[in-house]
C-alpha cells in the first residue's frame, strides 16, 4: 500500500526551473501566480521546528511540546489555540519526527466511515511496514459525543496517534473520556512582532514566497500587519499577498500601509456566543461592573455588541449585576437597567445600544453591596433545611371560625397600632428563631438600610420576640460565580 503524503509534500521545492524556459514567468510569483498554486500562507508554512515562530513556552528550548518532538515518543495529543498559530505545523512537524504517516482530516466535512478507513490502512501500513499513523483531526469539536466516543478504542490501543486541533475550550466540547487520554497544549494569539517577522521573513523567501519579485515594504505597513492580524498568521500572509497584489497593479515596488489597509479590510470580533469565548467576555464584563471599573465595563459591552451577542441577554444581565453586586446600596440601580432594556427593546440597535452603554456606567460607578444576593442564600438554604416547619400560629390566617378555634392568629400583634409600628413578636418557625441573615454594607443607601435595620431588631428583641445573641448566619454553601451562568 502506498503512503499518502506527508503534511509537507507538496511545499517540499522540486527541481528549479530554468529561468528562462517557457513557463517561468508564470512560475514566478511576482509575475502572477498560478490558479493551481497554494496561497503564500499554505507555500510558506514551517518544514523544521527552526523556521517555526512563536509558541515559545511550548517549543522553546527544554519546553514540553518541543521535548516531545525532538524524543519522537508522542502520545495523543489536542492543540487548543484560536486561527493561524500553529496547530496544523506542530502537528506535521511531530509526524515527521515520527517517521509516521500524516493523516489530516476534517470533522467539519468528513465522518465517523472516513476514520473507519483510515484505522484500516493504519493497521495494515503498522503491519506492512512497521510505520506508524498520525491522525490529525481538525476541529475537533465538531465530532459530537457518539464519534469522539469511536475514537477512544483505537486512541487507547494506540492504532492511531490521535492530535486534534480545535479552536474551542476542550473542558466544555471534547468528550471527558477522550480528553483523559491526551494531553492538551494551550497555543496563544501570536504577537504582532512575532507576525512581522513571518511577514518579512516571506517577502524575502525567493523558493516558497515573494522574494522575486523585488518588493519592499514600510516599516509602518509592517507593524500594521502584526497588530491587524490578531494574532493570525494565515491572515497576515493572506494579507500580504493581496498587498502585494496592489503594489505591483500600481507599479510600485514598496508595499505601503495603505496596500496593507486595503488588503485587511474589516477586523471581525474573535467571538462565539455559544462558546467559551461567550462566557469569558460576560464574565470579564461582570467583574468590571463589579470592580467598579467604568472604562473596562464600556470596553467588554462593546466588544460583546461589536461580536454579535443578543443586546437583550445583555439586558438581562445588566438586570442580574444590579441586584447582586449593588443591590441595596443604590435602590435606583435596577430601575435603571429596566429602563435601558425597556429603551434597547423600544428602539432596537445602534440607537438602543447607548441606553445599554448608560446602564453599564451607571452600574460601575455605583456603591456595591452583595447584602441582599448573600441574605438570600443562607434564607434559601434555611428553607431547603427546613421545609417542614409549620407557621407560628400567631401569624396564620383564620378566615373560618375552626381555624379561629385552633389557635390560628391568636396572639397577633398589628404592627401599624404599635406606637412605634414595631410589634414585639417573632415571624420565623420556632427553630430559626433569631436567625439573622441580611447584614447590610457600610455604602451608599444601605447605611441607612443598617440604621433602621438595627433600630427595628433592638425594638423587637427588648420584648424577647428575637434572640439578640443569635449571631448571622454563614454563608450559603455551593454558591457560585454568577458570570458563568
Sequence with gaps: MA???????????GPEPARDGPDSADRRVGAGTRAADPPLAARMRPRSLEEFVGQSKLVGEGRPLRQLIESGRVPSLIFWG???TGKTTLAGLLATRMEAAFIPFSAVTEGIPRVRRILEEAKARR?????????????IHRFNRAQQDALLPHVERGAVTLIGATTENPSFEVVGPLLSRTRVFVLDPLAPGEVGEICARALRDGERGLGTDGLTIDPDAVARLGLESDGDARRALNALETAADLARANGA???????????????????????EEHFNLISALHKAVRGSDADAALYWLARMLAGG?????LARRLVRMASEDIGLADPGALAVTIAARDAYHFLGSPEGDLALAEAVTYLALAPKSNAVYRAFGAASAAARETPAEPVPLHIRNAPTRLMKELGYGSGYRYDHDEADGVARQSYL??????QRWYDPANRGWEVEARRRLERIRRLRSAAGADDDAAEPAAEPQGETDSSRE
Design 82 to 84: 484560536p486561527p493561524g
Design 253 to 275: 515596488s514598496t508595499i505601503t500601509v495603505d496596500d496593507v489597509a486595503a488588503a485587511l479590510q474589516k477586523r471581525f470580533a474573535r467571538y462565539d456566543k455559544s462558546g
Design 3 to 13: 503512503d499518502e503524503p506527508t503534511l509537507f509534500a507538496d511545499l517540499e521545492p
Design 429 to 434: 418557625p420556632d427553630s430559626l428563631r433569631g
Design 309 to 313: 451577542e443578543d443586546p437583550l441577554y
Design 127 to 139: 503491519a506492512a511496514t512497521g510505520r506508524g499513523t498520525v491522525l490529525f483531526v481538525d476541529e
